[in-house]
């Protein structure tokens, strides 16, 4: 069996054999996953030079259960256990309104565990129980306010009550939990772990084992670390690490490397010679594609696979290696299609490649055309009309079954009766479709009796209704089989398999569910036990067979840890796919998981990244496809690992660059990897100069000039080059996501209270009214806590976050409290003020201004637009007002002299609004700009029949954010009378000189770009 070059397994498997040979019996050997162990069989096979016992080969999870006296217990079970405990809290709580929150616990709880001790656990809660999340947030609370805030929780008053009790009781929870599993001999993973390091030595003694090896590791969990340690203390541990020398070169900092560096200095340091210059150790070809659609990906797959098949010497010598080729799917739904695009090739032993293949991921059975079945039906049921003791079903829903896949067989018969339904309801117009006509239809088929079958409304009825169709429908195959001649049985039994396979896994479903709902002694109707159901199914896998060791593997990127590969092909390489995006699951704070060293996206990103670079160690041949940017797709842009990738090897004379891609992603490279510890520089050329001088003339934003003085090569990435780079460090709702849903909520909030609608399209020339809002308006909204729960969940639509998962669940009551506490705020400002009435002038609204500026001597027009987020007017003043959801710091909002805006972060809050202030007021003095002058006549209009103050011309405009985190400041605006560069300059030729600075700073090729990491 030929493999090129040696696998790291097989070097594994060469070293145990020789240093072991006499006591294989008493070595365990422990590898990341499954399908390592299986490789590792094979290899360890081929190394033996005598008829031997082989080791015990068990994936790290195997080893907890084998060293644990508890059972592990399935998701369902765990589910249902959690559950019981927070109704004893609260005997309201319903299932279906646990299920999304109780995942997300015992994810929580899983992770704890397998990185925790103990103390550390009740050093977190601890942590937890002082509301860290909440005291963030209300940092602009009075002290009688909080006190008044804490008193109305206990007793029920607010809408913060559920999130304050949520996270008091989290650690009894956690512990009720444990204690309840325990009592039963269930577990969880990582009670499986922890009891596997409590039993350790006790079971090593037991079994009889000398020493565990373990191999092909990257990232361990706590848990995982403390149980290697213990080991090695006890002289009976072993690791190898697949590593490369400058994964371990601190100076060189490597993201792939993050891991191994933190244990080689302990457990790692035992075999050094693993620590290699791997990328070196022979040619590499390495070829990069952008492609316009995934259509194109699974095409060049294709292609790619023929080319390396091209011979009768490279099919032999395919067939005879065990670790030939791998394709990697960071995107599972490409499988599909890909496996319709696998070249028809036919080998020697009249094998086709096919048969050479092995699938080794699984897809997601909420992608699979079962899924959408078992939701039609749960629809058809849920809207069965009953009118004098008649059951009705809907036209829409009848269709969608006659037409669904299933129900497309190759049985003519079943064929007819679809077709003739589904003609009736067209011809005979049926809008509520009577079931006796349907079962008179149906004739003697059982399929269609058994699937418009009514539902009584209890779980046990419906589970013996889907079981029911689950056998009519296999049994509707297997007449369709024995329908065709002997001879394309085997052909048609295979085109079923997968559909049978898909049926099996509904029906285990099925039966777990029906015994856990029953010992759990819990009541379900329709409605909660179609939650659990689609829950339970948006969780599984449906597996593909085949040879577990095949030539070609398909698989995901985390099955390739510890693998090696002659060639590799990587689709779909876009961020949010390769690293995928961040989880929103978490419901403990990420300031939390990182100072107590749990897992954050950070630490699944370095993972992820040694997974990525590994695959270069030992392959000849890497191919990787990326979506460019006119697919259409919503995946992100090239992924910054190809970056990478480029800059590191591009200069290296042990690869060979097979394309190398346009002059912009050329120019790119320089800033590629931002794991150096050197920040990045790069030169301004003629060329990218003109280019910024395009983006002036085009528009810039106050918040874009802001962000240039934060980091100016992320200004020019995303304001001239035209990328998208997310920064942010937070793996759930992040901060941005939640300010732009309360952001669109108060937004909304303001329209609706108007009785205006929510949005309104420029571009199909809709133009936003002017409206008034009085102090009766927020009152009502305060007291409608439907309308404001409302506004939240459908700003989150907009965004397109979840709030029924994880922390997100949670801020979901922050977000309301925000904007409650917001809407009090205006009413303290109106009662404050002479007309009692906001005039709100227009809503996120577009100002713009040109000007002309003098850069060493040179005309540079500057288009200044940004965004206002309202327009008002109080007391007859023209307001700027701009929402936040951070903080500020009083004294940086009063810049004594503007110079500090050209190089000091902290002043861009300041700068940001001065330059808002400088727009409206440039444009309220520029005629020609008839867009601003419009809207404020016609604000004008609406607020002298609503008797409130108009627009006072001589009253100076006032511009300022409102702070989410400081709302009982009000509205906080900057300081603008500072000196430039200590010279006394009025307001408007003061702002223009600086912006005149800025443009130097930009456009000067003598200086460097430098990323701030």
């Known amino acids: 069996m030929k493999t090129y070059p040696s696998p790291f397994l097989l070097e594994v498997a060469r070293n145990v054999y020789q240093q072991h040979k006499n006591e294989l019996t008493k070595i365990i050997v422990v590898l990341p996953s499954r399908r390592a162990c299986m490789y590792f069989k094979q290899y360890f096979g081929s190394v033996i030079d005598q008829l031997t016992i082989a080791p015990q080969i068990i994936s790290m999870e195997g080893f907890a259960e084998l060293f644990s006296q508890l059972l592990k217990a399935d998701d369902v079970t765990l589910l249902f256990e959690l559950f019981k405990v927070y109704r004893e809290k609260d005997k309201d709580l319903k299932i279906e309104e646990f299920v999304h929150l109780g995942k997300s616990l015992l994810s929580e709880f899983k992770m704890i565990d397998n990185n925790l001790n103990e103390k550390e656990v009740d050093e977190m809660f601890e942590h937890l129980n002082e509301i860290k999340l909440l005291e963030d947030w209300a940092q602009g609370l009075g002290d009688e306010e909080k006190e008044d805030l804490k008193n109305n929780w206990r007793e029920g008053k607010t809408s913060m009550t559920e999130f304050l009790i949520f996270w008091q009781r989290l650690a009894d929870s956690y512990a009720t939990f444990k204690k309840s599993l325990l009592s039963k001999g269930l577990a969880y993973g990582g009670m499986l772990f922890r009891e596997a390091l409590t039993n350790l030595e006790a079971r090593m003694e037991e079994l009889e084992i000398e020493k565990v090896i373990f191999a092909g590791f990257s990232q361990m969990s706590g848990v995982e670390q403390e149980i290697v340690q213990k080991l090695n203390d006890l002289g009976k541990g072993q690791t190898y690490f697949d590593a490369d020398k400058r994964y371990l070169d601190k100076s060189i900092n490597h993201e792939a490397g993050y891991y191994l560096r933190k244990y080689v200095n302990g457990f790692g340091a035992?075999?050094?010679?693993?620590?290699?210059?791997?990328?070196?150790?022979?040619?590499?070809?390495v070829g990069f594609k952008s492609v316009s659609s995934t259509v194109g990906e699974v095409k060049l797959a294709g292609e790619w696979l023929t080319s390396l098949l091209s011979t009768e010497k490279d099919k032999l010598e395919f067939s005879q290696t065990l670790n030939h080729t791998a394709i990697l799917l960071p995107d599972e739904s490409l499988l599909p299609a890909l496996l319709k695009s696998l070249p028809d090739i036919t080998f020697e032993d009249g094998k086709t490649l096919a048969e050479y293949t092995n699938i080794t991921m699984g897809v997601s059975f909420d992608t699979t055309p079962l899924f959408d079945l078992i939701k039609v039906i749960f629809?058809?049921?849920?809207?069965?009309?009953?009118?004098?003791?008649?059951?009705?079903?809907?036209?829409?829903?009848?269709?969608?079954?006659?037409?669904?896949?299933?129900?497309?067989?190759?049985?003519?018969?079943?064929?007819?009766?679809?077709?003739s339904i589904l003609d009736d309801i067209v011809n005979k117009n049926f809008i509520n479709i009577p079931l006796d006509y349907l079962v008179d239809a149906s004739g003697d088929m059982e399929i269609f009796k058994v699937v418009f079958r009514p539902w009584k409304n209890n779980y046990k009825d419906i589970i013996k209704n889907f079981i029911d169709l689950i056998n009519a429908l296999l049994r509707m195959m297997k007449s369709s089989i024995n329908s065709v001649g002997e001879e394309e049985v085997k052909i048609s039994d295979s085109i079923y398999s997968y559909e049978q396979e898909l049926l099996s896994i509904l029906f285990e479903h099925l039966k777990?569910?029906?015994?856990?709902?029953?010992?759990?002694?819990?009541?379900?109707?329709?409605?909660?036990?179609?939650?659990?159901?689609?829950?339970?199914?948006?969780?599984?896998?449906?597996?593909?067979?085949?040879?577990?060791?095949?030539?070609?593997?398909?698989?995901?990127?985390?099955?390739?840890?510890?693998?090696?590969?002659?060639?590799?092909?990587?689709?779909?390489?876009?961020?949010?796919?390769?690293?995928?995006?961040?989880?929103?699951?978490?419901?403990?704070?990420?300031?939390?998981?990182?100072?107590?060293?749990?897992?954050?996206?950070?630490?699944?990103?370095?993972?992820?990244?040694?997974?990525?670079?590994r695959l270069f160690h030992r392959s000849e041949h890497l191919m990787f496809s990326y979506l460019d940017a006119n697919s259409g797709s919503d995946v992100g842009e090239q992924s910054r690992y190809l970056l990478q990738v480029k800059e590191e090897m591009m200069e290296d004379s042990g690869f060979r660059v097979k394309q190398i891609d346009d002059h912009q992603e050329a120019w790119l490279l320089a800033k590629a990897d931002k794991t150096m510890s050197e920040p990045i520089k790069v030169s301004k050329s003629e060329e990218l100069k003109e280019s910024i001088i395009t983006r002036l003339k085009k528009g810039v934003s106050p918040s874009s000039i802001s962000s240039y003085i934060r980091n100016p090569l992320t200004f020019i990435d995303q304001k001239v080059i035209g990328l998208d780079e997310s920064d942010d460090i937070e793996e759930d709702l992040d901060s941005r996501s939640f300010g732009n849903v309360?952001?669109?909520?108060?937004?909304?909030?303001?329209?609706?209270m108007a009785g205006l609608k929510d949005e309104y399209d420029p571009k199909k020339k809709e133009i936003q009214p002017s409206f008034v809002l009085r102090i009766d308006d927020f009152k009502k909204a305060i007291d409608d806590r439907p309308f404001i729960i409302q506004l939240i969940e459908d700003a989150a639509k907009k965004e397109k976050v979840e709030l029924v998962k994880g922390?997100?669940?949670?801020?979901?009551?922050?977000?309301?409290?925000?904007?409650?506490?917001?809407?009090?705020?205006?009413?303290?400002?109106?009662?404050?003020?002479?007309?009692?009435?906001?005039?709100?002038?227009?809503?996120?609204?577009?100002?713009?201004?040109?000007?002309?500026?003098?850069?060493?001597?040179?005309?540079?027009?500057?288009?200044?637009?940004?965004?206002?987020?309202?327009?008002?007017?109080?007391?007859g003043k023209l307001r700027i007002v701009d929402y936040k959801s951070g903080s500020y710091v009083e004294a940086k909002m009063k810049p004594k002299d503007w110079e500090v805006f050209i190089d000091d972060v902290d002043y861009a809050k300041a700068l940001q609004i001065s330059l808002y202030s400088y727009l409206t007021k440039s444009a309220m003095g520029d005629p020609?700009?008839?867009?601003?002058?419009?809207?404020?006549?016609?604000?004008?209009?609406?607020?002298?029949?609503?008797?409130?103050?108009?627009i006072d011309f001589s009253k100076d405009i006032d511009a300022g954010f409102y702070f989410f985190r400081k709302i009982n400041d009000g509205l906080i605006s900057c300081k603008l009378d500072g000196t430039f560069y200590g010279e006394e300059m009025d307001f408007l030729p003061k702002t223009e000189k600086w912006l005149e600075l800025w443009g130097k700073h930009l456009l000067d090729t003598e200086t460097l770009l430098e990323d701030v990491i």
């Not at 004098?388 to 009766?417: G, M, T, W």
Request: aromatic share 10%; charged share 25%; with cysteine.
């Open 270 to 285: 035992q075999h050094p010679h693993f620590a290699i210059d791997q990328f070196n150790t022979h040619d590499k070809v």
């Open 512 to 613: 777990h569910l029906n015994k856990v709902i029953e010992d759990s002694k819990i009541e379900l109707s329709t409605s909660p036990f179609k939650t659990l159901l689609l829950e339970l199914l948006r969780g599984t896998k449906v597996p593909f067979t085949g040879v577990p060791i095949a030539p070609l593997q398909i698989m995901g990127m985390l099955e390739s840890r510890a693998l090696d590969f002659k060639n590799v092909l990587i689709l779909t390489c876009n961020e949010g796919m390769l690293p995928t995006k961040k989880s929103v699951e978490a419901i403990i704070p990420f300031d939390i998981r990182s100072n107590y060293g749990l897992p954050t996206y950070k630490d699944k990103n370095a993972a992820f990244a040694y997974t990525f670079y």
């Open 807 to 875: 922390q997100n669940l949670l801020l979901k009551s922050v977000a309301e409290n925000i904007i409650v506490r917001f809407f009090k705020k205006q009413i303290v400002e109106l009662e404050a003020s002479e007309s009692k009435a906001f005039g709100i002038v227009r809503l996120e609204e577009f100002i713009n201004h040109n000007v002309t500026l003098d850069i060493n001597g040179e005309k540079v027009e500057l288009r200044l637009a940004g965004m206002a987020d309202r327009i008002d007017v109080l007391d």
């Open 379 to 419: 629809k058809m049921k849920e809207r069965v009309e009953e009118k004098d003791k008649k059951a009705y079903f809907y036209f829409k829903d009848v269709q969608n079954i006659l037409r669904h896949p299933f129900f497309n067989s190759n049985y003519r018969e079943i064929d007819q009766i679809a077709s």
């Open 928 to 950: 020609s700009n008839a867009h601003f002058h419009q809207m404020i006549r016609a604000c004008n209009e609406v607020l002298a029949k609503e008797k409130v103050p108009t």
């Open 742 to 752: 309360v952001h669109t909520a108060m937004e909304w909030g303001f329209r609706r």
